[in-house]
């Protein structure tokens, strides 16, 4: 099926981590320049913030707090005011190995990637969760560029993407701070030399994935069977977010050119954490 997509914004080097707050404002971010921004009517770009790092991922939590993940700085928040605070820095007293990916469960749990370093020769990427507590836990190591990652409506299933391998891995969380039974959940297709990157549900539990230099987003049953690929008119997609009317449109980022573009899904997306 050939959706059609339609340009939002354009004119950044790159683009990422695309999200809705509470009140449907849109923001992203400009990872080399370090900005998160917020996207107005018309495409107009305004700058909340800037990390002096690289932002690469975002996720709002129910107070409108934009929670970041930096791969220079690790996981950050800002009010859509600016006021920027580091949450979490190190791990076991040494510094996280870059944050690429962030999302919430239902509860209010933090998972995120961290994968600097790694690459298709590499195995260093990992992947940690940051409880409401507070603590933060390493749930699993070894990944050729651990990546986009998300949590399956009930809480019971995170899908990890490592991007070098065009893997998503699956594994069970029986309780917060844990994830076991690691398994392939599926593979993104294509001879190209990419791999999957950014995810989100719809409320089916379907998996729509950014599939970066394959020009598509990837759309995924639960039982991890291909549903379908919608074109993108752009080589390096970057990242999926659900929002818009019905909350059924998918925003997509591109990452070269760095732009913005949407396209109409069948049903909505699956509730955000600042939704719920």
Not at 82 to 97: F, K, M, N, Q, S
Not at 155 to 177: F, H
Not at 233 to 259: C, I, L, M, Q
């Amino acid at each position: 099926m050939k959706r059609e997509v339609t340009k939002i914004t354009e004119g950044l080097p790159g683009a990422e981590g695309p999200v809705f707050d509470r009140d449907g404002r849109f923001f992203m971010v400009w990872p080399g320049q370090g900005q998160v921004l917020e996207i107005l009517e018309g495409g107009e770009k305004v700058e909340i913030c800037n990390t002096g790092g690289i932002p690469a991922g975002l996720q709002v939590d129910p107070d409108n707090v934009i929670w970041i993940a930096d791969m220079k700085r690790g996981i950050l928040k800002t009010t859509r005011e600016g006021e920027l605070t580091a949450v979490v820095e190190t791990y076991e007293g040494l510094p996280i190995r870059g944050c690429n990916d962030v999302y919430f469960d239902g509860q209010g749990n933090l998972y995120f990637s961290a994968p600097v370093g790694s690459n298709a020769d590499d195995a260093l990427g990992e992947v940690y969760v940051r409880l409401t507590d507070g603590s933060v836990h390493r749930l699993d190591d070894g990944y050729k560029f651990s990546n986009g990652l998300a949590v399956t409506d009930d809480d019971k299933t995170l899908i990890v993407a490592e991007t070098y391998t065009k893997s998503l891995w699956a594994y069970d969380v029986s309780e917060p701070g844990t994830a076991k039974n690691k398994r392939l959940f599926a593979k993104v297709p294509g001879d190209d030399e990419g791999g999957p990157d950014g995810m989100d549900f719809d409320e089916a539990g379907n998996l729509l994935v950014a599939h970066w230099a394959g020009s598509s987003v990837d759309a995924f049953t639960p039982d991890g069977e291909l549903l379908e690929r919608v074109e993108m008119p752009f080589e390096r997609t970057t990242n999926v977010h659900f929002g818009g009317e019905d909350d059924a449109w998918v925003y997509v980022t591109a990452g070269t050119p760095g732009e913005l573009w949407e396209f109409k899904w069948d049903r909505p997306g699956q509730k955000q954490f600042c939704e719920r």
